[in-house]
C-alpha cells in the first residue's frame, strides 16, 4: 500500500523508479525456479573437506534433486578413498615384500581421487554434468536407501 500514498511534496503518489528498485533489492522474493548456486555444489566436490556438508546436507534431507546427488557422490568418494586408503596402508604396515608397492598405489589412490574431485569442480564450472557413470549410481542406490 505504500506506492499508494501521496508524497509529502504534493506527488502523484506513485514512486519513482529508484525507489522501486530499492525496494526489491531490500527485500528479494526467492524464485523457485533459479537455478542452485554453483558455489554450493562445488563446496560438496572439494576433496575430503567437501565430505561434511555433503553429510550435512544429506542428514537434513533438505535440498534439491542436484544438490542431494552431488552430496551422494562427493560422500561416496570420500569414503572409497578412505577405505582404499586405510587398506593400502594397513596392508603396507604389516608387509615386509610389498612395502614400497602399496605406498606407491596409495599415493595413486589419493592423487586420483583429487583429480577425480578437481575434474567434477571443473564441469560444474562449465555448466555441465557433474556425475561419474558408475560411481554415481552406486551412491543413489547405496546412499539413498539410508539418508535420504
Known sequence: MDNFKPKENGGSGVRSRE???NNNA???IPNPQCPIPKTQLLLYLI???GFFPSLWTLYRGQGSREQLATSRLSI???LIWLLGYLLLASGAATS???TLRLFILNSFLTSGYFLV???LIL???QGKSGRLPGFSTLAERVLGKYLS
Do not use: C, H, K, N
Request: glycine residues 4%.
Open 47 to 49: 576433496p575430503i573437506i
Open 76 to 78: 561416496t568418494l570420500a
Open 26 to 28: 531490500q527485500s528479494p
Open 117 to 119: 574431485s578437481v575434474w
Open 19 to 21: 525507489q522501486g528498485e
Open 123 to 125: 564441469r560444474l564450472m
Open 96 to 98: 615386509d615384500f610389498l
